[in-house]
């Protein structure tokens, strides 16, 4: 019967070390393979040529390497590079490389698909096919800072969890990503830098907040109506606002980090001074800033951008209400990079 390979990326550092002794090899090894796999990026056991013949084939017999594949680059016309990225079960993900003037961020995928059944967003589409592997979403915010590098002159500065998937539904996997993000063996980067965006599982909000993590947290809200928000957010209905407000205070009490809130306004959805007295009173309990994005028309048109005088009436709203505000313009939208966008259309 053929073996089953394990990927070795799955491994721990630790986990390789002992590989190692336990074949009746030294330890460090397992430092110098981990080095290949993660500082130096190794698709292949031929390339380490730190270790003998023997042990590379002895790795050969024992393990593969996942690696995944930047199968094809676009380029917008703003400087936004998206990739997709071709895992090694042939499934493809999208990541997006967004540069301003100050900062260059990675907007990566968590999941193949998604579960969650938004109306307003292209990836709704897909369905879930599975979760991404750590290294799975490791490998794209290593393939964007190599091209920040490339195509701007400086590393990545950023990281959003905005791409296709819910990253909460992905817990652990994300979290093992960000480990490896945030290392000094990986690329080192501060969590500050890097959000977590979800449409608010309440249950995995606490537990982020039970588990200390250091990086952002940006809840998709787009309406604070219950009622509004299932019918564009369906799964409002399993999880609705209440239940949402009451893991985001948990989460304040926790970490006092302020709490971001996206936000589209639509068209006879959510445009009325209603629906901004729902935000505000929805947003008293912890210090917020409310990030109004614009909306990235997908291929049905169900949806249209509000008028810049109910975006004026947000803004002031919220403004009179102590809210920060900020309103957000879409970047690389000639190449369906932007928010909501991501569809492996190519
Ligand atoms: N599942 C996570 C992360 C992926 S979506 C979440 O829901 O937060 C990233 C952001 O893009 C979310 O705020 C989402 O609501 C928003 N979005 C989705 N479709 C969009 C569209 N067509 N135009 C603008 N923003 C969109």
Redesign the pocket.
Request: aromatic fraction near 8%.
């Given at each position: 019967m053929a073996v089953v390979k394990k990927d070795i990326r799955a491994l721990s550092k630790e986990q390789l070390r002992n590989f190692f002794t336990d074949n009746g090899d030294k330890a460090f090894r397992g430092n110098q393979v981990y080095e290949w796999l993660w500082q130096k990026s190794a698709h292949s056991f031929d390339v380490m040529t730190n270790l003998s013949k023997e042990t590379r084939q002895m790795l050969e017999a024992n393990f593969v390497i996942n690696h995944t594949l930047v199968d094809q680059m676009q380029r917008s016309s703003d400087g936004t590079i998206k990739n997709a990225v071709k895992l090694h079960d042939g499934l493809i993900v999208e990541s997006v490389l967004i540069p301003t003037k100050t900062r260059t961020t990675a907007c990566v995928s968590?999941q193949v698909g998604?579960s969650?059944d938004?109306k307003?967003?292209?990836?709704a589409r897909l369905k879930r096919m599975r979760n991404l592997n750590p290294d799975e979403i490791y490998d794209q915010v290593v393939a964007i800072d190599e091209q920040s590098k490339l195509y701007h002159g400086k590393p990545l500065s950023n990281i959003v969890?905005?791409?296709?998937?819910?990253?909460l539904m992905n817990y652990n996997n994300v979290i093992k990503s960000i480990e490896k993000i945030t290392s000094p063996e990986g690329l080192g980067m501060s969590p500050r830098r890097i959000t977590v965006?979800?449409?608010?599982v309440p249950k995995m909000i606490k537990k982020m907040a039970d588990d200390e993590v250091k990086f952002n947290l940006?809840?998709?809200l787009?309406s604070a109506i219950d009622e509004v928000r299932t019918s564009i957010?369906p799964f409002n209905s399993t999880f609705p606002l209440k239940d949402l407000r009451e893991a985001l205070a948990y989460w304040y009490s926790k970490t006092k980090n302020r709490i971001t809130y996206?936000y589209?306004v639509w068209k006879g959805i959510n445009d009325t001074q209603e629906a901004v007295n729902a935000l505000v009173k929805f947003c008293k309990f912890a210090p917020s800033k409310v990030n109004l994005?614009?909306?990235?028309?997908?291929d049905d048109g169900d949806?249209q951008q509000a008028n810049d005088d109910a975006i004026q009436m947000y803004i002031q709203t919220l403004e009179r209400n102590g809210i920060t505000v900020t309103v957000r313009r879409?970047r690389g939208k000639d190449i369906d990079a932007?928010?909501?966008?991501l569809a492996n259309k190519s």
């Amino acid at each position: 019967m053929a073996v089953v390979k394990k990927d070795i990326r799955a491994l721990s550092k630790e986990q390789l070390r002992n590989f190692f002794t336990d074949n009746g090899d030294k330890a460090f090894r397992g430092n110098q393979v981990y080095e290949w796999l993660w500082q130096k990026s190794a698709h292949s056991f031929d390339v380490m040529t730190n270790l003998s013949k023997e042990t590379r084939q002895m790795l050969e017999a024992n393990f593969v390497i996942n690696h995944t594949l930047v199968d094809q680059m676009q380029r917008s016309s703003d400087g936004t590079i998206k990739n997709a990225v071709k895992l090694h079960d042939g499934l493809i993900v999208e990541s997006v490389l967004i540069p301003t003037k100050t900062r260059t961020t990675a907007c990566v995928s968590s999941q193949v698909g998604c579960s969650l059944d938004c109306k307003f967003c292209a990836t709704a589409r897909l369905k879930r096919m599975r979760n991404l592997n750590p290294d799975e979403i490791y490998d794209q915010v290593v393939a964007i800072d190599e091209q920040s590098k490339l195509y701007h002159g400086k590393p990545l500065s950023n990281i959003v969890f905005m791409g296709m998937g819910e990253p909460l539904m992905n817990y652990n996997n994300v979290i093992k990503s960000i480990e490896k993000i945030t290392s000094p063996e990986g690329l080192g980067m501060s969590p500050r830098r890097i959000t977590v965006s979800t449409s608010g599982v309440p249950k995995m909000i606490k537990k982020m907040a039970d588990d200390e993590v250091k990086f952002n947290l940006a809840v998709s809200l787009h309406s604070a109506i219950d009622e509004v928000r299932t019918s564009i957010m369906p799964f409002n209905s399993t999880f609705p606002l209440k239940d949402l407000r009451e893991a985001l205070a948990y989460w304040y009490s926790k970490t006092k980090n302020r709490i971001t809130y996206e936000y589209v306004v639509w068209k006879g959805i959510n445009d009325t001074q209603e629906a901004v007295n729902a935000l505000v009173k929805f947003c008293k309990f912890a210090p917020s800033k409310v990030n109004l994005i614009e909306y990235n028309p997908i291929d049905d048109g169900d949806f249209q951008q509000a008028n810049d005088d109910a975006i004026q009436m947000y803004i002031q709203t919220l403004e009179r209400n102590g809210i920060t505000v900020t309103v957000r313009r879409s970047r690389g939208k000639d190449i369906d990079a932007a928010c909501g966008q991501l569809a492996n259309k190519s």
